[in-house]
């Protein structure tokens, strides 16, 4: 029949429409043996959009019941919801999902997460960008992307000559050391211990803080404390007269979902890059957060250019 959609163990009627219709519209299903086939997602998504009617309407409330207990059901389905309003090709309706905007078009992964999940992120790619939808108590969906960012700065800096006197450090000319580094209270100049551990080019006790300060001077930023804003470093491009391009904040390899999107919204909210630096293999690597606002943005570069989130019912 072509007016009848399957879910199995479950069977559904279209209303006023064929089920090809339904399939050209919202890129769902397949057919086998002249048949509609749906995944209990995407018929969840049919009957929210009220396009098909259980076939025998006194299973109404076992369908309900089927549906709400799936795994993870609870976020898995305003993520997919969001996704197919907005016209994307779905596969893969679990809680990672692969999605596309065109039958060709580039694929991109989205994951789902809870608020008090942990992202690891190593899993991150180098050559692609992630998604990351999270769902709240309230089931609203805030995404973002998650892509490595190559950090270049130019305020290369010589490390000066140091030597070491009683329990002081001397200076052999303070000149030397830029004004932007440490702070000074009358004629002290007062030093971090990432800072110190620069200037004294001692890598071999570095915990995770001094190696992000050292590696991130190294490819020529400056950097302040970015305590005020919850990160670790404010980290400046070129000039410490201009206002810091990024906040940096680092993690271990994991990294727990409130603390990402705590960052992030502090970042958009003072217009700066949110970055999050963790050892990896050694080195230390660098993934860039970015709010997703409006997802028919995601295959553009402008991410940020919306003003207001098309798909978060609630004013921010």
Known sequence: MKDEVFCPPYRFRTL??????????????????????????????LLSRKKIIPAIPEKKDEIEKFLSGLPDFNIRFPAYFLLKKAGFIVKNDGREMIIKKRKNGKEKRLEVFRTDDEIDLSSVNDDSDFLLSVVDQDG????????????????????????????????????????????RKGNIRFLTDPELSYLMRSHRSEDAVRQIYRDLTERGFILKSGFKYGALFRA???????????????????????????????????????????????????????????YNQLYTDQIWASKSSTFNSKSE
Not at 140 to 167: C, W, Y
Not at 249 to 260: M, Q
Request: net charge positive; glycine share 4%; proline share 3%.
């Open 16 to 45: 006023r429409v064929s089920y090809s219709s339904l399939m050209n519209r919202y890129r769902l299903g397949r057919v086998l043996d002249q048949k509609l086939y749906v995944t209990p997602l995407e018929c969840a998504f």
């Open 140 to 183: 609203d969906v805030t995404t973002f992307t998650l892509s490595h960012e190559e950090m270049s700065g130019s305020a290369m800096i010589e490390a000066p000559t140091i030597r070491k006197q009683a329990n002081k450090i001397m200076l052999e000319d303070d000149k030397s050391v830029p004004s932007w580094i440490g702070f």
């Open 236 to 294: 400046y491009q070129k000039s410490i007269e201009d206002h810091a391009e990024y906040l940096i904040a680092h993690s271990g390899k994991s990294l727990k979902i409130l603390d990402l999107v705590r960052i992030a919204r502090i970042s958009n909210t003072v217009r700066k890059k949110c970055v999050i630096a963790f050892p990896r293999e050694g080195k230390i690597q660098y993934i860039l957060i970015k709010r997703v606002k409006d």
